[in-house]
T-cell receptor, first 113, second 116 residues
Framework: GNSVTQMEGPVTLSEEAFLTINCTYT??????LFWYVQYPGEGLQLLLK?????DKGSNKGFEATYRKETTSFHLEKGSVQVSDSAVYFC????????????FGKGTKLTVNP | NAGVTQTPKFRILKIGQSMTLQCTQD?????MYWYRQDPGMGLKLIYY???????DKGEVPNGYNVSRSTTEDFPLRLELAAPSQTSVYFC???????????????FGSGTQLSVL
């Protein structure tokens, strides 16, 4: 079946550190891939997405590249800020008109000043 | 623009009680979803709807019921609450007016439910 595996958290970094959150997936065909972010006390918000191999999604300084050869969609940011503290979810939607997103377990990021 | 609105934000139930979690959206989205979020477990899909009058089961539908009488509203019903239903519940919606496109999900702010 379709699944998403994220690196275990929590992740704690100092401000301006480099961030990587790993995400790998298992899916049939060519899924679309997403990163959602959940700030404390809020619902999830779309951070970025990529719909085909080698696409790079980017937003707010975050980037992720769709790597079909390694079935990965790792999230990166060069210099994190305290305001980036949140839970990050990797997700996929398969082709073929599927109406459902499959989410990873989430990775909690804490950035200290 | 209010987006997706969920009520209540918090609720404590006793075992065996029933309640309805309300969800409404004002974006004229045809697709709506209910997820539950358990600590360290990500989001699991409970039920979803592709339009008024149409609902379908997700991964974890047992113990829940839904209805979709209007485009705007998608309430989630718990008939006999159990401790295993203690979780944070999120409603979400999206527009899929063009098949094959990948519009983002819009989420409500969640309902934290405890069953004791």
């Amino acid at each position: 079946g379709n699944s998403v595996t994220q690196m275990e958290g929590p992740v704690t970094l100092s401000e301006e550190a480099f961030l990587t959150i790993n995400c790998t997936y298992t899916a049939t065909g060519y899924p679309s891939l997403f990163w959602y972010v959940q700030y404390p006390g809020e619902g999830l918000q779309l951070l970025l997405k990529a719909t085909k191999a080698d696409d790079k999604g980017s937003n707010k300084g975050f980037e992720a590249t769709y790597r079909k050869e390694t079935t990965s969609f790792h999230l990166e940011k060069g210099s994190v800020q305290v305001s980036d503290s949140a839970v990050y979810f990797c997700a996929l939607r398969t082709q073929g008109g599927s109406e459902k997103l499959v989410f990873g377990k989430g990775t909690k990021l804490t950035v200290n000043p | 623009n209010a987006g997706v609105t969920q009520t209540p934000k918090f609720r404590i139930l006793k075992i065996g009680q029933s309640m309805t979690l309300q969800c409404t959206q004002d974006m004229n989205h045809n697709y709506m979803y209910w997820y539950r979020q358990d600590p360290g477990m990500g989001l699991k899909l409970i039920y979803y709807s592709v339009g008024a009058g149409i609902t379908d089961k997700g991964e974890v539908p047992n113990g829940y019921n839904v209805s979709r009488s209007t485009t705007e509203d998608f309430p989630l019903r718990l008939e006999l609450a159990a401790p295993s239903q203690t979780s944070v519940y999120f409603c979400a919606s999206t527009s899929r007016a063009v098949p094959g496109t990948n519009e983002k999900l819009f989420f409500g702010s969640g309902t934290q439910l405890s069953v004791l």
